[in-house]
């Protein structure tokens, strides 16, 4: 099981689809279900991928309850862990981001060449 308590501090209410880092996506590219906080892209990614679990990551008594009932659900942690890494090889990877990327970089080529 992969723990990504971030907190909500001020960085989050006014960015709050940033800070996802690198270590969210290796752990479901390792195949952990994920313990997530219940804002920002973590808890959206999660929660669309079915990859893990959301709580409040203030209430620490909500952290171990969500761990404990993890862990008391092996059948639980491998199908998570199997929709995170699904979610990494079908989606976010550096094949598909590129293809986006590229996509978006000859628009912007597009739209200069008709001015």
Known sequence: IALALHQPTEFYKEYPSK????KFFNYMQAGLPIIAPSFGEIGDIVVENECGIT???TDIQAVSFKVNDLLSNPGTIEKMGAAGRAAVEEKYNWSIERQKFLRGYESIGRNISKS
């Open 19 to 22: 800070g996802t880092g690198a």
């Open 55 to 57: 709580v409040d990551t």
